[in-house]
């Protein structure tokens, strides 16, 4: 992997002549893969409604036995925290308050997803 997180791997990949990012979901026991399953298709569809020039759309998915990947395009400055470091004029307050706002409709949109 380019990048490892909390609870992914990051791969870095071409499809049709494109660079490609494909984040893979780490399943550590195989009682999860129910409540994996949900929140990763939460997440889908969450991503799917986000329409906004700084989030990457998301281009495929793939879940097979215990695997789970998100494709989106590959971006070569890297996670939120490498471009802040790389960019130290970043606007950081109007990036977290970016951050605030798709995470409160990721949460509306969860919501709206179990009713």
């Not at 791997?9 to 490609?20: A, C, I, L, S, T």
Request: proline residues 3%; positive net charge; hydrophobic residues 50%.
């Amino acid at each position: 992997p380019v990048y490892r997180g909390g609870f992914a791997d990051v791969w870095k990949g071409q499809y049709h002549g494109r660079e490609v990012a494909a984040k893979v979901l780490r399943v550590w026991k195989e009682g999860d893969l129910g409540r994996i399953t949900r929140g990763f298709c939460r997440g889908i569809v969450a991503w799917r409604a986000l329409r906004h020039p700084n989030i990457l759309p998301l281009l495929g998915v793939m879940m097979t036995g215990n695997r789970f990947v998100m494709v989106s395009e590959w971006m070569e400055n890297g996670n939120i925290n490498e471009f802040v470091k790389a960019n130290i004029d970043t606007d950081r307050l109007g990036l977290v308050c970016f951050f605030v706002r798709c995470f409160y409709l990721r949460l509306l949109l969860t919501i709206a997803f179990l009713l």
